[in-house]
């Protein structure tokens, strides 16, 4: 079992920066991948960013390539997504993901441990 932790959300106004942590608790996260999901009102969980805790790979979406970024300290057992140049639709709820996965996969239903949320909300 994997226990999952998000925090760092909050309100931000359009251009401004928040970091996200994931802390993971339960069980080594090697082999493990590990990702950032989101979810806006009234619309689908759509895959964020993603990383493999073995070797540190990662992979964006395409929308916020270049603005986000996914890290992880294997000290503290924690990822992390960095989130510049923010915008109003990157207003959702933040959700951390994990599973024992090959490769980082975009689709929500190949992860089963998950975070409670936290809110992010982009002023503009």
């Known amino acids: 079992q994997v226990q999952l932790e998000e925090s760092g959300g909050g309100l931000v106004q359009a251009g401004g920066s928040l970091r996200l942590s994931c802390a993971a608790s339960?069980?080594?996260?090697?082999?493990?991948?590990l990702g950032w999901f989101r979810q806006a009102p009234l619309k689908g969980r759509e895959f964020v960013a993603g990383i493999r805790w073995s070797g540190g790979s990662t992979y964006y979406a395409d929308s916020v390539k270049g603005r986000f970024t996914i890290s992880r300290d294997n000290a503290k057992n924690t990822v992390y997504l960095q989130m510049n140049s923010l915008r109003p639709e990157d207003t959702a709820v933040y959700y951390c993901?994990?599973?024992?996965?090959?490769?980082?996969?975009?689709?929500?239903?190949?992860?089963?441990?998950w975070g409670q949320g936290t809110q992010v909300t982009v002023d503009s």
């Open positions: 993901a994990a599973d024992l996965l090959d490769e980082i996969l975009t689709a929500h239903g190949r992860y089963g441990y």
């Open positions: 339960g069980r080594t996260l090697s082999g493990y991948t």
